[in-house]
């Protein structure tokens, strides 16, 4: 059999254009041996609708992939998982927002003030709770929080100044000089129980004793200074002026340079907190101190009236300041004061 001529493959067939191009391409030096004949138009348009399809049947199967992901999990009620980015476990990556430690209250429900007592109740209205926040987790209103060290609770050697409480000054033309002072006498308030230790609600109650001494032809509070129960002093008529805590009686002036000391309750029908009778003595002792008062002075065997430290009931004819406040002022207060100064 006669063999059959040798025939150059299309491939290694060369055109000058292409030569050319190839040069200007990549630069002088050989240039590579195309791999077959140049596409037809026809040709590219149908290489390209495989490569389009080929990429839309990989979508798919990536979709089909992820929803497998999406349905991990055991059992019929295993959780749906919404779309986004994924670990390869299935599961939602950490977080990366930081949360409030405690609930937080905004500026409104801080500074929003709470009633002071329930009605017809004689309760403290406790303070407001931040909304949607845990209800043993309080907001404290501004009135609980002490506007001054002096506003703290028990005593510390300080008054809390009148302005504190009432803006009301008495007109001094209808007050009488307080003049030296030389006696100091104890009180209670007297009308309704009162065991409240809130700022806010002791400046109520002030307010009311203040009314109620007006009411009945005062010109001011009648004490020079109040013993709240959370042991507080608080600074009441001025000591410039004489106080109408006490009637002159069998001709001891009762009036003028007696310092009245009012502690807030009726112990006639309560018991004065342990706070209210440490801060009596020692206030009592302050004002000893300060103004030279001894305990007691006796004269021929009596009590002079005129000088010392008393209650209202040992001045004259009434129950004030109440058995429950008496017996322990008789028995632990009255013999710590200063016996002579």
Known sequence: MQPEPFHRPAALHRDPSDVAASVSLHGA????????????????????????????????ATGGGTQAVARSGSG???????????TSEGKLPPQRWAQPASPQAS???????????SAGTGRTTPPAVARGGDPKRTVVGPADKPSSPALAAGFNGKVIA???????????????????IRKITVHHTGNGVFTDTGVAEVKDELQTVLRGEMGVGHDDIAYHYVIDPAGRVWAGRSLRW????????????????NVGVMVLGNFERQKPT????????K?????????????????????DKNHGVFTHQQLSPTECPGDNLQNPWDKQLFPRLLASV
């Not at 030096?29 to 839309?56: K, N, T, Y």
């Not at 500026?107 to 007592?117: E, G, I, K, L, T």
Request: aromatic share 8%; charged share 20%.
């Open 29 to 60: 030096g050989p240039a590579a041996e195309p791999l077959g004949e140049v596409p037809s138009p026809s040709q590219i348009m149908r290489r390209g609708f495989v490569l389009a399809s080929l990429g839309f049947l990989a979508a798919c």
């Open 76 to 86: 019929a009620g295993a959780q749906q998982l919404p779309p986004g980015i994924w």
């Open 107 to 117: 500026d409104a429900q801080a500074r929003a003030p709470f009633s002071n007592r």
């Open 162 to 180: 009148r302005t504190q409480w009432t803006p009301f000054c008495p007109n001094p033309k209808d007050m009488n000089p307080l003049g030296d």
């Open 242 to 257: 004489q106080g109408s805590h006490v009637r002159n009686w069998k001709g001891v002036d009762n009036r003028t340079g």
């Open 274 to 281: 342990q706070a209210q009778l440490a801060t009596l003595q």
């Open 283 to 303: 206030f009592v002792v302050q004002l000893q101190k300060q103004y030279k008062i001894p305990r007691q002075k006796r004269k021929g065997g009596v009590i």
